[in-house]
């Protein structure tokens, strides 16, 4: 039980990064969520949104982050 309390800390300390980042970006101008390749479809009644070119930024970033992560730790 004490690496699952563990594990959930961890979590959130990561979603209170991800979250203090979006913040900080959005303060510096750079245009997540205004990428080119997200969508916005705009109907008489119905809009929808689907940020495909900022989720493969994060993608890309997260996924170099965690390889040097494990080059580090070994």
Do not use: Q, W
């Amino acid at each position: 039980m004490n690496e699952a309390g563990k594990f959930l800390i961890g979590i959130g300390l990561l979603v209170v990064l991800i979250g203090v980042f979006v913040l900080v970006a959005g303060r510096f101008g750079l245009p997540l969520g205004r990428l080119p390749g997200d969508f916005a479809f705009r109907g008489k009644h119905v809009s929808v949104y689907f940020p495909l070119g900022t989720c493969i930024l994060i993608s890309v970033v997260l996924t170099l982050v965690l390889y040097l992560l494990s080059k580090f730790r070994g």
